[in-house]
Structure formats: C-alpha cells, structure tokens
C-alpha cells in the first residue's frame, strides 16, 4: 500500500475518505463521542500541512441506523476545532455546489462535504441489494463527479472497511491511491494479533454479542492464532451450557429468548476439539435480595440472571493476562454498568492496563466498558473499527483491503 510519504503533496488535489462515523446523543443531536474525529486528525493533518488541497468524504448513520443518519456540519466545525485550522463544509455530497467549492480550494485548504449516505450508492442496504463490483461503482453518480476533480484518492477509513461502498472501493479503479495513517497503523496492529502475535497470545471474549466472538473462534483456534480463549459474559455462559453445565432459569431463558442457544452445538464442538485451549468461569455472580452473591460453577443451578464472573474467576484470569504476551479482549465480563456487576469487568480491564501484554481492543462497547474502569491510554492499540475488526479477525476478506492491494479476495485466504 502507497504511503502519505510517498505522495507529492503540494498543489495535489487530494480526495479523503475517513471513518467519522460517531455516536449521535438522541437527545441534544450533537456528537457524543469524538474519538472516531480523534484519531482521523494526523492524516488530515499531514496532507494540509503538505500543502494539498484536501477534500474530505465521510457517513454517518445508515438506513437502520436512521437517528444517526445527521449531516456531516458539526463534524467539520469540531475538526477545525480540533486541527486549528479552517475546515469547510458544504451541504452538498457531489452535486454542482460541493463541486464548485471543491474547484476553489487552495494549496493547505480543507473541505468536508455532507453525508455520503444522504446518496442510495453509499447506504448499505443498497450494497446488500445491488451487488456491484467496483469497476461498475466507476459509473456511480459519486464517482463520476468527485474522480475528475482529484489528482489522488487516500483511504484512512478502516472501520468501514467492511463496506463494499463507491467511497470505500472504486475510486481506487481510477485515480492513483494511498492508504493514510490511521489505516497503516490498524492493518499494522490487528496483523500483530492475527499473523504474528507473542506467545502465549490470549483472546477474553465476553459480552452480549456473542455473533461477533463465534465469528471469531473458528479461526483464531483452528489457524492456532490465539493460545487461550478466556470466556466470560454471556460467551462464557453458552460454553458452560456446551459442557453440560445447567445455569437455571434466569440465565437460560435470557439466552433462549434472544435465540443465542444456537450457538451452544458450535461451543461443544470447540470444547471437543480444543479442549486445553477455553477456558471457562469457575464461578459466577447473581444478584440476590438486592446483593450481590458469588456462585461456584459446581452449585449451579440458580434460578437468578447470572450478571458477572466470580471471584476465582477473576483470580485465573487476572494470572492469564497478566502471563501473557499478546492479549486481545472483546466484550465485557458482566453488567458493567451497574455496580453490583462491574467487578468482572473492572478486574480484566486492571489486568490488561497493568500487564506487559502487547494489548489490542476494539468495538464500540468493549471501548466504552474499558474507558470506564482504565485509561485507555494503558492499551497498546484502541482499534478503530467494531464490524471491520470482527471481519479481520475472522479472516473474512475486507473490500477496503483487497481494493488498497493488502488482502485477500474471496476464496484466496
Ligand atoms: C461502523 O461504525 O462500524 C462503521 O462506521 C461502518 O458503519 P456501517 O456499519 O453503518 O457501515
């Protein structure tokens, strides 16, 4: 993949594709969480200070993401905050205005244009419908407008690398192409994980998401990737349903009603094929009378929710963490977000900020329940991106890579 470097900066007419896709507050309609801008900042930075004429293009929301389907002002207002310097905004996403304004810029000068998603070609829904190829996306309203204006079109937008979108594969076909910072240090970091992580290399997948953690596991224990899986959450309950372990009631009523019963055939098969290699809670908790009751494994049933793993728990995998030299963790441990459940989570996240792991995060809610108990500052990589790590990990191919020439197309990995 070209680098920034390798790019002549001055005079170019560059056009940017950057995730900045952020969390919207239902009720303010503001921003809520700026790290997605954050950490887009050193390429934007790079080129303007190269002396190009940037063009920046983004989403945000999509149609089953409707509330946070918004415009892309208030985004640029915070970047221009954020970089000291004027970042313009049009509302207009390839039309005859953003076009001209784009015509306008000057050497240093930064543009944003709205929402890429305000255009059918970009939402997925239309991806899913209308299987294109990025060839045919050469003939898209977006990439016949925007193309002719650019002299080199940079990607830096991994966390919607999963999306075979125009903005993401296609101008690729057409202009000269380079990946930015923020995408050379998420391949960097997740390649780390997965191709060659320090041994022992541990993976603690938890949380409620347990699509994302089976999409996973396949992988990751199969091609050996990861040494040990720790299981917690709600991961952690299927795989002690797989060896037979009756949880009650609460807990398997929760889980059937959310149809995440399937997953305990595939749990087993794991369990029979790599039976040295998952480990599963020795206890967990419940909340009982208002308090908060730690459980061994061996007295289970209980007819109460189990909300966290127990002490012992805890105890092991605190040493596992702490003894490894890779850690990857997806999902909390518990009901973080109230007290009474936070202890699990609270003790994993303590671990990986104090072990001498090469550590590496990602995904919305893992990032959020990290923040709340750590310094995220204490991992070693904070990955930008939630569906597009998932697929990396799992080794899906990603439209974004195999377009930038750094993955596997379908069928060849
Ligand atoms: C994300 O938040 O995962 C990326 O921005 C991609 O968004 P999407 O899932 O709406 O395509």
Not at 182 to 205: G, I, K, N, Q, Y
Not at 328 to 343: H, M, Q, S, T
Request: hydrophobic share 45%.
């Amino acid at each position: 993949m070209r680098t920034l470097e390798e790019l002549d900066l001055i005079g170019t007419r560059v056009l940017l594709r950057v995730d900045i896709n952020s969390p919207i507050d239902p009720t303010t309609g503001l921003i809520a969480d700026e790290t997605r801008l954050d950490k887009s900042l050193p390429t934007i930075r790079d080129l303007a200070e190269g002396g190009a004429r940037v063009t920046i293009i983004a989403h945000q929301g999509d149609t089953l993401d409707y509330h946070n389907l918004v415009t892309l002002r208030e985004h640029a207002a915070k970047l221009s905050d954020k970089l000291g310097r004027p970042v313009g905004f049009i509302d207009d996403v390839a039309g005859p205005a953003a076009r001209e304004r784009i015509d306008g810029l000057g050497d240093g000068d930064i543009l944003l244009l709205d929402n890429l998603r305000f255009l059918t070609e970009e939402v997925s829904t239309f991806e899913s419908a209308v299987k294109l190829t990025p060839a045919e996306m050469t003939e898209t309203y977006l990439v016949r407008n925007l193309a002719p204006l650019f002299d080199v079109y940079v990607n830096d937008a991994f966390a919607a690398a999963h999306r075979n979108a125009p903005s993401m594969v296609a101008f690729q076909e057409v202009l000269p192409t380079a990946g930015g910072r923020l995408l050379a240090a998420e391949v960097a970091a997740l390649s780390s994980v997965a191709d060659e992580p320090s041994r022992p290399c541990r993976f603690v997948l938890g949380g409620l998401k347990i699509s994302d953690a089976f999409s996973m596991l396949r992988r990751v224990l199969s091609e050996g990737i990861a040494d040990e899986v720790l299981t917690t959450g709600v991961v952690g309950q299927v795989f002690l349903l797989a060896s037979g372990v009756h949880l009650g009631e609460g807990s398997e009523r929760f889980i059937a009603d959310r149809s995440l019963d399937m997953f305990v055939p595939e749990a087993a098969e794991h369990l029979e094929t790599f039976p040295d290699r998952i480990r599963l809670p020795l206890d967990v908790a419940v909340e009982r009378d208002g308090k908060r009751i730690d459980i061994c494994v061996d007295d289970l049933p209980v007819p109460e929710p189990i909300i966290d793993i127990g002490p012992a728990t805890m105890a092991e995998y605190e040493d596992a963490i702490a003894t490894a030299a890779t850690v990857f963790v997806n999902g909390p441990a518990g009901v973080y977000e109230r007290d009474i459940g936070a202890a699990g989570t609270r003790s994993l996240w303590g671990a990986v900020a104090a072990s001498p792991a090469t550590s590496v995060i990602g995904g919305g809610d893992t990032v959020s329940s990290a923040g709340r108990f750590i310094d995220t500052e204490q991992i070693d990589f904070v990955s930008t991106g939630g569906g597009a790590l998932i697929r990396y990990l799992s080794g899906e191919p990603l439209p974004l890579l195999v377009a930038m020439g750094i993955g596997p197309a379908d069928g060849e990995g």
